[in-house]
């Protein structure tokens, strides 16, 4: 079935070093890619998203692409900061059947240390 | 309001009553999703509604949980004879459907029900 599988947790980086979260996929169909945050004591807000293959989402610092050849939409930022500490959550929607659906992985805890 | 809104945020419930948790998506998103995050885990789909129909409830753990959406806004998720393995987070997500387009899902803050 449709899936997504992310890198576990937690990962503890030193403020300025360089951050790769894993994600790869499985899906039927032709997913969009999305990549969420939560924020501690907040909600999950959007941070990018991609719609299709080779596309490149960015957002804050953050990038990620769309890669169809290893179904792989992994998270990188070139210099983390304490600020970045947070859940990231990799995610897919399908349009299938007339249903839309969401599909999450189980997330990645960054910590950052000043 | 600007967001989508969840009540109440906590709820702490004797095992064996029944709760209701209510979302207020956010106004004209005819998309709506509840999903559970328990501690560790990632997020559990439950349930997704098209307006008031829901299309797909592949998600709903068991027959002690059901949800219903009236008027396409609000939705009450409904756990009856709680169990302390319903303790989670539970998160209400909506979006503007756009047909075969790929919009955002905007999530609330989550009720915490704790089962004691």
């Known amino acids: 079935g449709d899936s997504v599988t992310q890198m576990e947790g937690p990962v503890t980086l030193s403020e300025e070093a360089f951050l790769t979260i894993n994600c790869t996929y499985t899906?039927?169909?032709?997913?969009?890619l999305f990549w969420y945050v939560q924020y501690p004591g907040e909600g999950l807000q959007l941070l990018l998203k991609a719609t299709k293959a080779d596309d490149k989402g960015s957002n804050k610092g953050f990038e990620a692409t769309y890669r169809k050849e290893t179904t792989s939409f992994h998270l990188e930022k070139g210099s983390v900061q304490v600020s970045d500490s947070a859940v990231y959550f990799c995610?897919?929607?399908?349009?299938?059947?007339?249903?839309?659906?969401?599909?999450f992985g189980t997330g990645t805890r960054l910590k950052v240390l000043a | 309001g600007a967001g989508v809104s969840q009540s109440p945020s906590n709820k702490v419930t004797e095992k064996g009553k029944d709760v209701e948790l209510r979302c207020d998506p956010i106004?004209?998103?005819?998309?709506l999703y509840w999903y559970r995050q328990s501690l560790g885990q990632g997020l559990e789909f439950l349930i997704y509604f098209q307006g008031n129909s829901a299309p797909d409830k592949s998600g709903l753990p068991s027959d002690r949980f059901s949800a219903e959406r009236t008027g396409g806004s609000v939705s009450t998720l409904t756990i009856q004879r709680t169990q302390q393995e319903d303790s989670a987070v539970y998160l209400c997500?909506?979006?503007?459907?756009?047909?075969?387009?790929?919009?955002?899902?905007?999530f609330g803050q989550g009720t915490r029900l704790t089962v004691v």
């Open positions: 997500a909506s979006s503007p459907f756009v047909s075969g387009a790929n919009t955002e899902a905007f």
């Open positions: 899906a039927t169909g032709y997913p969009s």
């Open positions: 106004s004209g998103h005819t998309a």
């Open positions: 995610a897919l929607t399908l349009f299938t059947s007339g249903t839309y659906k969401y599909i």
